[in-house]
């Protein structure tokens, strides 16, 4: 990483520097916000009702689960383009962003095909395991979503589906593959990143999406696709302009003053923005500039979370168990039994993932970037860009 410029001491980048390259409340905000998505999703896995969400009960356009996904893709905005722009080759950053996302998503789509599908599933085990939503539910391993298993949660409260959680990977690692094209334009990344952000941004205001639905229907009609792109459009369009300005606050890490002032200011323009219904353009943008505020607040809570990242795997395996333990309560339960239940089994589930599957595959993805920087030839040319 660059080093930090001469100038204001609380730029972005002199308190990146200050911290050796880590903000420090990142991994504790990514904890937060993955049990909150647990929390979020224990209304609709329990009793159907959605709606009764706390943060959609009080402002009726935005949820608890979708906060959070959106301090998810920020804070990896951020993460990831700072990994692209100072990894040793293209190689090397893929390798720890496969690192990152695949163990993990292979384990919990095992567990969920090989454990707790043949011990939740109505039919026999024979036809379980000859039926090919079992293997098509793999697929999921490849970012190709396949809810649903032979037989397992059907009479659920919100349906049969296994994992609603793993729709939000495959959108980022999109933003994965774009940000290393954005980062190998090299001087020219910071101008990109800003296109991405500001446009990203304003093409998710409601107009704009319902004009780009539109038009894209209308290619669909026109050319056959196998790939409903209307779909994927509308499911991605609110979560990725999170992404895009998160990588442009690692670009403009030397432009960007972070203060108390600031981040009220923008704690008021969210409530207003909440308030009148209208998330998109600004909200990415102010709730980027709290959640960096929040970020370099070190303390001993966000201590508490630097050695260890469980959050990806709360995240993952979050749903199937509440799944599981809702069908396993022939009385049914409320959303606050099922959060009380979930949560333990999830955390050590989320331990056990960190552990012995994502820790130890990182560091070989980190040990490979290490014996790299021996060939310089194969580095990125973006660590030279502009910021």
Known sequence: MREARPGNPNTIANLLAECRGHIPGFDAMRFLAASAVLLSHSFGAAENRQLSEPLRYLTSVLELGTLAVFIFFFVSGFVVTQSCATSTSVGSYLLKRTARIIPGLILVTSVCALLIGPAMTTLPLKQYFTDQGLYKFYLNCVFVLKGELPGVFQGNPSGDHVNVSLWTLRHEVLCYIIILFVVATGRVSFFFVSILAFGLAVVACTPAV??????????????????????????????????????????????????????????????????????????????????????????????????????????????????????????????????????????????????????????????????????????????????
């Not at 319902?210 to 790939?227: D, F, M, N």
């Not at 998160?246 to 409530?271: E, K, P, T």
């Not at 960096?292 to 168990?321: E, H, Q, T, V, W």
């Not at 589930?349 to 310089?376: G, Y």
Request: glycine fraction near 6%.
């Open 210 to 387: 319902a004009a780009v639905t539109q038009q894209l229907e209308h290619v669909a009609s026109l050319i056959p696709l196998r790939v409903n792109i209307t779909y994927l459009f509308n499911e991605s369009i609110h979560v990725i302009p999170f992404f895009f300005v998160g990588a442009l606050c690692y670009y403009a890490r030397n432009r960007i003053v972070i203060n108390a002032a600031g981040a009220l200011v923008c704690l008021i323009v969210l409530v207003g923005l909440v308030y009148y219904g209208a998330i998109f353009p600004l909200f990415p943008f102010a709730l980027g500039y709290v959640i960096m505020y929040i970020g370099f607040c070190d303390n001993r809570f966000f201590a508490l979370f630097r050695k260890n990242d469980y959050s990806y795997g709360i995240y993952i395996f979050a749903f199937p168990i509440q799944q599981t333990l809702v069908a396993l309560a022939p009385g049914g339960m409320t959303w606050w039994q099922n959060t009380l239940l979930a949560y333990p089994i999830v955390l050590c589930l989320a331990i056990l993932s960190w552990h012995f599957v994502e820790r130890p595959c990182l560091r070989v993805a980190r040990n490979w970037d290490k014996m790299q920087r021996a060939t310089p030839k194969y580095a990125l040319a973006t660590s030279k860009g502009r910021a």
